[in-house]
Nanobody, 124 residues
Framework: EVQLVESGGGLVQAGGSLRLSCATSKFSLDDFVIGWFRQVPGKEHEAIVCINNSKGSVAYADSVKGRFTVSSDYAKNTVYLQMNNLKSEDTAVYHC?????????????????RGKGTMVIVSS
């Protein structure tokens, strides 16, 4: 069974930083396409980062480009999302999701494996 567990959320002032973690189960990060998503109540579920480690590709949404950076630790089977220069509009529940790399090359809301999420609150 594939499990994803996020951590690292919290309360931060605007302009501050947080680092989120997405820990996967026993499978290698190269086995998946992994996405970071965020959800604000009443707004659309937004894909902000899509990672395909086997191809060495990372795609960022315009809303976070230049401020958020993703990295991977294969030894820990963990993907990190470094969020800098946070803004109040970044307040959301953040979660990671994944699908087998043989099944997809894109990050979509329908990815079958999804963590429960971690809350990020940015105060202005």
């Amino acid at each position: 069974e594939v499990q994803l567990v996020e951590s690292g959320g919290g309360l931060v002032q605007a302009g501050g930083s947080l680092r989120l973690s997405c820990a996967t189960s026993k499978f290698s990060l190269d086995d998946f396409v992994i996405g970071w998503f965020r959800q604000v109540p009443g707004k659309e579920h937004e894909a902000i980062v899509c990672i395909n480690n086997s191809k060495g590709s990372v795609a960022y949404a315009d809303s976070v480009k230049g401020r958020f950076t993703v990295s991977s630790d294969y030894a820990k089977n963990t993907v990190y999302l470094q969020m800098n220069n946070l803004k109040s509009e970044d307040t959301a529940v953040y979660h990671c999701a994944a699908d087998w790399i043989v099944a997809t090359s894109a990050c979509t809301s329908g990815m079958p494996f999804r963590g429960k999420g971690t809350m990020v609150i940015v105060s202005s």
